[in-house]
T-cell receptor, first 118, second 110 residues
Framework: GAVVSQHPSWVICKSGTSVKIECRSLDFQATTMFWYRQFPKQSLMLMATSNEGSKATYEQGVEKDKFLINHASLTLSTLTVTSAHPEDSSFYIC??????????????FGPGTRLTVL | GEDVEQSLFLSVREGDSSVINCTYTDSSSTYLYWYKQEPGAGLQLLTYIFSNMDMKQDQRLTVLLNKKDKHLSLRIADTQTGDSAIYFCAESMWGNKLVFGAGTILRVKS
């Protein structure tokens, strides 16, 4: 239980294009999902917190117009990197918080999406 | 602001115990976590401890929390080669924003 999937697992795109990454909670409902970014050999940095049906809350320094987040259902959140540039290349990881039953305050992580912008 | 620090690297022999240490600064943390990350993969929750506990054991894993010193440790008994990975310590208040340490690389030598 508590499985979170991400799609795609890796993507290569040209500079200037937009890329959408999906995060799904497969066997539980997640009213809150989180998006993290991880640079090579570094820790995860929280980009934004996404609540179902409302606007995402972005961390300081994260451009909301650059990283569009949509959380339209209790099992799906999407992150769109708009007009991607090489410096956006990174490992993007989502997590979802399970609010039903199990440990209510634990985040379960997806496998990550490797984005490379040429 | 919140800060979580970990030792960067630990090397042990297969069968030995591993102890990974972490310190944090936010005294209002309610949950402390240990996550494992294998190369190219996401994070796997290993275990967590609520801030009013001082110890939690789960099979080969033992978590010790010293709230006074804001020190958390993860002990892995009988370490195996499959335990080689990066281990992240993290803290949060009621499951909200997770603040991660930089990660400890555990290398298990056979």
């Amino acid at each position: 239980g508590a499985v979170v999937s991400q799609h795609p697992s890796w993507v290569i795109c040209k500079s200037g294009t937009s890329v959408k990454i999906e995060c799904r909670s497969l066997d539980f409902q997640a009213t809150t999902m989180f998006w993290y970014r991880q640079f090579p050999k570094q820790s995860l940095m929280l980009m934004a917190t996404s609540n179902e049906g409302s606007k995402a809350t972005y961390e300081q320094g994260v451009e909301k117009d650059k990283f569009l987040i949509n959380h339209a259902s209790l099992t799906l959140s999407t992150l769109t990197v708009t007009s991607a540039h090489p410096e956006d290349s990174s490992f993007y990881i989502c997590s979802a918080r399970d609010l039903a039953g199990r440990v209510t305050d634990t985040q379960y992580f997806g496998p990550g999406t490797r984005l490379t912008v040429l | 602001g919140e800060d979580v620090e970990q030792s960067l690297f630990l090397s042990v022999r297969e069968g030995d115990s591993s102890v990974i240490n972490c310190t944090y600064t936010d005294s209002s943390s309610t949950y402390l976590y240990w996550y494992k990350q294998e190369p190219g993969a996401g994070l796997q929750l290993l275990t967590y401890i609520f801030s009013n506990m001082d110890m939690k054991q789960d099979q080969r894993l033992t978590v010790l929390l010293n709230k006074k010193d804001k020190h958390l440790s993860l002990r892995i008994a009988d370490t195996q080669t499959g335990d080689s990975a990066i281990y992240f310590c993290a803290e949060s208040m009621w499951g909200n924003k997770l603040v991660f340490g930089a990660g400890t690389i555990l290398r298990v030598k056979s």
